[in-house]
C-alpha cells in the first residue's frame, strides 16, 4: 500500500552549510543501499525532507532492510502522500488509511497535524479535533489517548499531505562521506569487521588492508575477508580491498628477529604498508580492531609500541570494549558467522609461544636493526605486488 517512504534524519550535525552536504551524501548512500533490491526507486530532497518513492512493485521488508543499513537515517516512515483536494477527500483517505493499517481497531489514537503549508484554510489544532471526531464516527471500537496513544497518526500538509504513523528505527549515526576516509586494517576475524562499522557509522568511508600469507593462509581465508569487506560495505559503501603478500616479510622478521617479539614487529610493518596506502589514497588516519589487554599485542606497552611507526593517526573504536560487546555488534551486523569460519589467519602462524607482553620501544627497534639489509625491499615488493579488488554490497 505504500509508494513512498519518508526519511528521518538527525537535525543536531546539519546547520548551516553542513545541511546540504549532509543531505546529498544521505541521498547517496540511499541510492547505493538500494541497488541491490529489486524495483525502481526514487530519491528526492525536498524542503528539508527525504522520500524515497517506489515506482515499481517492490518487497516491503527488503527495502526497510536496505534503508536500516544507510548511517545518519534516524527514522523511516512508510508514508501515504494524498493531494489536497478539501477537507473531506482527506478525512477519506485518512479514514482508509486507518482501517488498512490498524485492522484491529482495539487500539488508542491522537492525530498529529502539522500545517506546514500556511495557505491551509485549517489551523492544526483544528485539523486535530476535526480528524479525530471523524475517526471516532468511523470506528466505534477506537479510542482516543492524547498523552500515550498506541497509534500517533501524523498529518502533515505540505505540497502533499503526508498520512503516516509508524516510524522504524533508523541506525542513526552520519551519513558515509561526510567525515572523509580511513584505512581499515581487515582481518578475517571478529573486531575488524566491527570496527570499521563503527567508524563508518560516523560518516567515515573506508578503505581496508588485508595481509596475506599464502601458502600459509590459504585462498579461503582471503575470499573469508573479502566477504567481511561486503558485508562492512553494505553499511560504509564501496570498499577497496588492498590484498597485501606479507609472507616474505613475515618469514624474514621469523628468521632475523626474537620469536618473542615476531607479533609486535609484524604489527609494525603492517601499519607502516596500509599506512603507505593510507596516504596513496586520501585517507586521513588508520583504523584497527584492537582492544586493551584482549591479547598480549594489546597491551597499553604493545600498542605504543605499534602506533610508534605510525604518522597518520590510528582510531581504535573497540578500545574499551569487551570481547563480548563486540560480539554482540558483531551479530547485530551479520558478521558473526562469517568471522568465526575457522580458516587460519597470518598472524595465528607465525605466533610464539610467550610473546612479550611489555615491549620497550627500544629493544624492538634493535631487533629490527637486524631487518635492514633487505627489508625496504621486500615491502617494495609487497606493495607493488598488491591486489586491489573493488567491494561492493552487490554480489
Ligand atoms: P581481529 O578479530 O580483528 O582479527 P584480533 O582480536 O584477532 O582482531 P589481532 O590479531 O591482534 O586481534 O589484530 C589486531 C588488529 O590488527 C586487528 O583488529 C586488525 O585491525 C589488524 N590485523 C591483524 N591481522 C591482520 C591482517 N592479517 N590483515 C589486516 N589487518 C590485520
Ligand atoms: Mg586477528
Known sequence: MYKSFLIKYGEIAIKGKNRYLFEDALVSQINYALKPVDGEFKVRKVQGRIYVDALSEYDYDEVIEALSHVFGIVGICPVVLVEDEGFEKLVEDVLVYMDSVYPNKNITFKVNARRARKNYPMESMEINAKLGERILDAFPEIRVDVHKPDVMLCVEIREKINIYSIEIPGPGGMPVGTNGKAMLLLSGGIDSPVAGYMIAKRGVAIDATYFHAPPYTS????????????????????????????????????????HEELTIIMR??????????????????????????????????????????????????????????????????????????PFEDCCTIFVAKHPVTKPNLKVIERSETKLEEKIDELMKVAIETTEVIRVTAEE
Not at 230 to 246: C, D, E, M, Q, T
Not at 320 to 341: L, P, V
Open 219 to 258: 585462498e579461503r581465508a582471503k575470499q573469508k575477508v573479502v566477504d567481511l569487506a561486503r558485508i562492512v560495505s553494505k553499511y560504509a559503501g564501496p570498499i577497496n580491498l588492498h590484498v597485501v603478500n606479507f609472507t616474505d616479510i613475515q618469514l624474514y622478521i621469523y628468521e632475523q628477529c626474537p
Open 268 to 341: 609494525r610493518y603492517m601499519m607502516k604498508i596500509a599506512e603507505h596506502f593510507a596516504s596513496e589514497n586520501n585517507c586521513l588516519g588508520l583504523v584497527t580492531g584492537e582492544s586493551i589487554g584482549q591479547v598480549a599485542s594489546q597491551t597499553m606497552q604493545s600498542l605504543a609500541a605499534t602506533n610508534a611507526v605510525c604518522t597518520l593517526p590510528v582510531y581504535r573504536p573497540l578500545i574499551g570494549f569487551d570481547k563480548n560487546e563486540i560480539i554482540d555488534i558483531s551479530e547485530k551486523i551479520d558478521a558473526y558467522e562469517t568471522s568465526i569460519q
